[in-house]
């Protein structure tokens, strides 16, 4: 089975912390995604990557980098972290077959 | 990219059948229907996938009309544990290049004893 880990369930950072999320997978994927989640708002693309050293922008990236340096990890960075950006934050990983593979997420508060 | 509509709400009780509607009216020749669930606090999980004929396994089955604008996801005998919230997505296939599909927010789906 693919399995996608998010190295952190809970994490509490105070405003104006660099945050690092990061992700790993194991079944040799090219393409990585992380997504937030909010009550009300479904699911929202902030990064993705084709490959190593690769990142396109997904739909909310202001405020949050990514780094690609290996085919496995994709870390999100999270430059200053600010109370909106309080959220569960997942990783997910895609095949051609069977679309998206999710990590459990990330739960991030930020005081 | 194909939008796909879904109510936002549903319940069933349960071992009872619960059938999940998703309308794709624009989806093109080439989309695969994929449907995943969220229970809560968890990712999302992948349960099903379709082009134009039905498909079954262990968790589920898919019905895709003949036009192909929408399908419906049934979960035969439906157990407390099957309380999630279920998105269907379009997508073609192979995957990589530019395409990323979207996750609406989906049907929350509570089965009740």
């Known amino acids: 089975d693919v399995k996608v880990t998010q190295s952190s369930r809970y994490l509490v950072k105070r405003t104006g912390e660099k945050v690092f999320l990061e992700c790993v997978q194991d079944?040799?994927?090219?393409?990585m995604f992380w997504y937030r989640q909010d009550p009300g708002l479904g699911l929202r693309l902030i990064y993705f990557s084709y490959d190593v050293k690769m990142k396109e922008k997904g739909d909310i990236p202001e405020g949050y980098s990514v780094s690609r340096e290996k085919k496995e990890r994709f870390s999100l960075i999270l430059e200053s972290a600010s109370t909106n950006q309080t959220s569960m934050y997942l990783c997910?990983?895609?095949?051609?077959?069977?679309?998206?593979?999710f990590g459990s997420g990330t739960r991030l508060t930020v005081v | 990219d194909a939008k796909t509509t879904q109510p936002p709400s549903m319940d069933c009780a349960e071992g009872r059948a619960a059938n999940l509607p998703c309308n794709h009216s624009?989806?093109?020749?080439?989309?695969?229907v994929y449907w995943y669930r969220q229970i809560h606090s968890q990712g999302p999980q992948y349960i099903i996938h379709?082009?134009?004929n039905n498909e079954t396994n262990e968790m589920a089955s898919l019905i895709i009309t003949e036009d192909r604008k929408s399908s419906t996801l049934i979960l035969p005998h439906a157990t407390l544990r099957d309380t999630a919230v279920y998105y269907c997505?379009?997508?073609?296939?192979?995957?990589?290049?530019?395409?990323?599909?979207?996750f609406g927010r989906g049907t929350s789906l509570i089965v009740h004893p």
């Open positions: 624009t989806i093109s020749g080439n989309e695969y």
């Open positions: 997505i379009v997508r073609p296939l192979p995957s990589g290049g530019s395409y990323i599909p979207t």
């Open positions: 079944m040799d994927h090219e393409n």
């Open positions: 379709g082009l134009k």
């Open positions: 997910a990983s895609s095949s051609s077959t069977y679309g998206y593979t």
